[in-house]
């Protein structure tokens, strides 16, 4: 655990997460196409390397952590789906 009773990889997830989340906040407001450009540019690389470190770090499947993580993420950032479940190749 890390001193503010975080495991290493819940505290990593949050700063992760915590990343997109503030481009969120400084595009709040803005118009929808502006919003796209942004989270296109600033955003997808951070989702895309979230995807990743998930897809390599190992958490248990029913622990707390990973339920937390799959809601958050379908909820944050759909692409993403569960850190569990690979997701299905498109049509």
Do not use: F
């Not at 700063?15 to 997109?20: D, L, S, T």
Request: charged share 20%; glycine share 8%.
């Amino acid at each position: 655990m890390a001193g503010d009773g975080l495991s290493p990889i819940a505290a990593e997830a949050l700063r992760r997460i915590a990343e997109v989340y503030a481009i969120e906040t400084t595009i709040r407001g803005q118009p929808s196409a502006a919003r796209k450009n942004v989270r296109q540019a600033k955003s997808l690389s951070l989702v895309d390397a979230m995807k990743v470190w998930l897809e390599t770090t190992h958490i248990p499947p029913r622990c707390g952590l990973a339920d937390a993580l799959s809601r958050g993420l379908m909820t944050c950032c759909p692409g993403i789906g569960s850190p569990q479940t690979p997701q299905p190749e498109p049509a």
